[in-house]
């Protein structure tokens, strides 16, 4: 009977264990997992208006530093990314971000939020016709994954965002 009080205690204690470490994890059970070059190239297939865009993405083998160009973000926080932006220097901009854990989402976003600030003000002074798209652009998030879209048609690129999380 003591062997078998044991046995239970050190079995509750590793279930106990095992459901601590399954709640450390910032991904929702309910969330969708989800590639973000598949989010994003259908992101961009939306707005037909996009110039040619350069992809960029947690793939290469230069991804961190890539990452930094858009985000200051520590890159350990990042699960996996894409981004694309115009190949001719426009404002154009389209990046899904899938963090590690859903509590770095406000960072991530107040991140993108600077880099939108940093590209504005260099369109400010090299090409003022590009200020509007980077005044009008989004910064959202569903859970765990952060978008950035800067184009023409934000709403319908952020309305296929919004899509891959819709329960239905």
């Known amino acids: 009977m003591k062997h078998l009080k044991q046995t239970l205690c050190l079995a509750l204690a590793a279930l106990t264990l095992a459901a601590a470490c399954g ?3 910032g991904a929702d059970p309910d969330e969708p997992d989800l590639d973000p070059a598949a989010v ?3 992101m961009l297939k939306v707005d037909t208006t996009l110039p040619e865009m350069v992809e960029k993405s947690s793939q290469d083998a230069d991804a961190k530093d890539n990452f930094f160009f858009l985000s200051d ?3 350990s926080k990042v699960d996996s990314y894409f981004y694309a932006y115009a190949d001719a220097g426009t404002a154009e901009e389209i990046a899904v971000i899938k963090l590690k854990d859903k509590s770095d989402a406000a960072a991530m976003m107040d991140s993108l939020h600077k880099h939108v600030e940093s590209r504005q003000g260099t369109f400010e002074e090299y090409d003022p016709e590009q200020v509007p798209l ?3 652009a989004v910064v959202t998030r569903e859970g765990r994954y952060v978008a950035l879209i800067v184009s023409k048609k934000n709403g319908l690129v952020q309305k296929k965002f919004q899509e891959f999380f819709a329960q239905g």
């Open 23 to 25: 709640c450390s994890s």
């Open 40 to 42: 994003a190239q259908a």
């Open 73 to 75: 973000l520590d890159y």
């Open 134 to 136: 980077t005044q009008d």
